[in-house]
């Protein structure tokens, strides 16, 4: 059992009591609390990620910030889809290799592309960082394939994780 409190741990306890919150529709004290016991429970027997990682805000903030415009454009994007009395939809499964920095933040990713209407992630393969995703408009696959590394890049860039055996310069100080 590891008891290391980091901003990443707590940023994640904060995330699992929200989807906790979520998955029961309602925010409420019980909510709250009981998804904090499940979600302490979680972290605390999970492994540390590898390395020191940290929060870059900044990051962290444009790429929730991609996601909302994504989410709100994606969502106006289905909706005309449904009022319209044809279908322009052009389904496919395609699938979309990870920059291999990003296979840490795999799951960040399939949180992020399922998130949003009119795509979702089908399958991933953790070992090679491949995601398989369902659109609806096969002709935009060039340009979804540019968002999904973009998505990479900044959850790569908003919670940094330093290789095995990588020695901070503050740890290596004397």
């Known amino acids: 059992m590891n008891s290391v409190v980091t901003p990443r741990r707590a940023v994640t306890v904060i ?3 929200a989807v ?3 998955l029961w529709r309602t925010i409420s004290v019980a909510n709250i609390a009981s998804g904090l016991i499940v979600a302490l429970v979680a972290v605390s ?4 990620p590898p390395g020191s ?13 991609l996601v909302a415009v ?27 290799d990870a920059p291999v920095d990003a296979k840490s933040h795999l799951l960040m ?3 992020a ?5 009119g795509t979702a992630v089908v399958d991933a393969e953790p070992d090679t960082g491949t995601l398989y995703l369902h659109v609806l408009h096969a002709e935009q696959i060039p340009s979804i394939t540019e968002h999904v590394g973009q998505l990479a890049e900044l959850a790569c860039r908003a919670l940094p994780i330093a290789e095995r055996g990588a020695v901070s310069t503050s740890e290596g100080a004397t």
């Open 15 to 17: 995330a699992l009591v």
């Open 20 to 22: 906790w919150c979520a």
């Open 45 to 48: 027997f999970s492994p540390p």
């Open 53 to 65: 990682g940290g929060i870059r805000p900044w990051p962290l903030l444009t790429f929730l910030w």
């Open 70 to 96: 994504d989410l709100v454009s994606s969502t106006v994007s289905v909706a005309r889809e449904i009022l319209t009395p044809n279908d322009y939809t052009d389904e496919a499964i395609i699938a979309v």
């Open 109 to 111: 990713l399939v949180v």
């Open 113 to 117: 592309i399922t998130v949003t209407p």
